[in-house]
Structure formats: C-alpha cells, structure tokens
DNA sequence: TAAAAATGGACTAAAATAGTCGTATATAAA
DNA sequence: TTTATATACGACTATTTTAGTCCATTTTTA
C-alpha cells in the first residue's frame, strides 16, 4: 500500500529525462524505453498521457518524439499523478474520492473527517514538489 | 494508488471504537463486525495483529475480547500500519523497500534519491499522527 | 511512397488485496 | 467437567488492481 504505481514511476523518470538529456530537444519513447529498458508500449500510454495533460508536447512522424510543455520548476508532482491516475485514484481512503458510494461503509465510517487531514498534507505535498526537484 | 488498505481502515475504525466506546472495557471482534458491517474473520485478523504487536491486549474465552494496552496518544499511525501491512509496504517506490532487488530497474533508476525525500515527510507525518487525533 | 513516430483501444497476465473456511486453543460460567 | 464464547492462525478462494502486450491507425518527414 501507499507505494506509486509504475505509471508514476516510469512518468517521472521519462520527465526527468526529457528535462536532463532532452534539454529542448526532442526525445522519444524509444530512446527512452531502451536507455532504462521499461516496457515501450507501458511508457509510450505514460507519454500519451502526460501529453494530454499539457506537461509536455508530442510531435508526430519521422523525428517525433516529446519535449516539456513548460520549465520543471512548474510541473508539480500533483499534476503528474493526476494526469497519470486520475481523479478518483489519489487519496488515502475511498471515502475521499469521486465515488463515496463505492465504499461499503460510508455511512458507519468514523474515520474518514480525521484522516482528511491526513491527505490534506499528502496533497500540499505533492503541490510543492516540482519536477525540478527530482533532477 | 496511493490508498489505505482495508486492514489499515479497519484497524483505524476498530481502534476508534476500542478507545471510545471500550473505554477500558473489554470490546469483541463480533461487537465492532456487527457494528460496521464488516467481515469479522477480517476485523478478527486485523485485531490479532495488533495484539501481536503490543498495541491492544487480548483476553480469551468468555468475557474474552480486547482493550487499548497504552492510551491513544502514545498509539501512532505508523505503528499501526507497520503492525498490519509489514515494514516493506509502507514505501512509496519499490526500491526504497526491503527488497531492492525487486525492482527491475534498480540500478538504472534515476529518482530513487528524490523520493527519499518524499519518503520521509511521509514518514514523519505517519509516526507524529496519533490514534487520539482520529477519535 | 516508405519509414518512423505518436495514438489509442482491446486484450491478457500477474500481483496485490479482500474475503472465506476450518480448526485449534484458552477461559469463564453453569 | 462440560459447554459456550472468544481469540489464534493457517490455508484457501475470489476479486480487484496493476502491469504488460498486441494490433491497427494517424501523422509527418525524407
């Protein structure tokens, strides 16, 4: 529990890479995939995603590949989980998120006011960490 | 990702009611299943566990059941989750585990060291929070 | 037009989590 | 001393989540 999936992992070492050895210039899922040797397809949705989500650009075709969308010190950790989880998947208690009636207990639970504070710090965290800080 | 388990949410709720409702008086798995809903040969095991760790005393037999073994201030969050889920699952990546090894790319992985830092002010927060601040 | 690259949906495999079952052990009370 | 009640615990199954694969499509450059 509480572990990042390899979506997370795999965004953040991609991101770092296309900030470090990028630089500006255009990488791709491949080189990327190769140089850590993670699954192509895994990484390349990863990309997808993070590109849909504006934190970096895609470029298709023959010299394709990805760049930042912005400078790392304004990507923020949050924006990566969500752009990679979604929603609903970035809280500490089902009570939290999107779906309250997907917990079976919602109604009897007498945890879920307390450990809100609990996110609460997980969340500023995550809004305070910036990809530049993982360089 | 990111989530409490149910054991750890079972263990919070049970504790809770132990400390409010027990209030030194002796509580039964049955009593808290029956109360919440919630399987009792799930909530039995997550008692057990927490016996096991010194953070409630069990009695058998009729008349059997539980009780804090220290006050709720001095029961904390990490405590418990290290009580239910074990030491290697508390990390928020793999390679910071007690099995590095298991991360298939242990040596080529580039944020690793970052993390740590987001380790600890997890860390940190899980072992200053006390069971007396979800009551 | 061919090659290289991203896009995206459908599918399968593996791992983690949740839940169940059966049996043993201890204790109190009748 | 028997019975009922409660914890202890291992083995098993089911479910859900996560990880990974496959394949066809779209876009762009040379």
Do not use: H
């Amino acid at each position: 529990m509480l572990n990042f999936s390899k979506k997370i992992e795999y965004g953040l070492i991609a991101l770092r890479y296309i900030a470090l050895i990028g630089d500006g210039n255009i990488v791709t899922a491949k080189e990327i995939s190769d140089k850590y040797k993670i699954s192509y397809e895994l990484l390349a949705k990863v990309l997808q995603k993070l590109a849909k989500a504006g934190i970096i650009n895609s470029f298709y075709g023959v010299n394709g590949g990805y760049t930042l969308a912005k400078s790392p010190e304004k990507i923020k950790l949050s924006e990566v989980i969500l752009a990679l989880e979604g929603k609903s998947n970035i809280s500490i208690v089902t009570c939290n998120s999107d779906q309250p009636e997907s917990c079976t207990i919602f109604d009897r639970c007498t945890i879920k006011t307390p450990l809100n504070k609990i996110q609460s710090v997980i969340n500023n965290m995550f809004s305070e960490i910036s990809i530049s800080e993982i360089l």
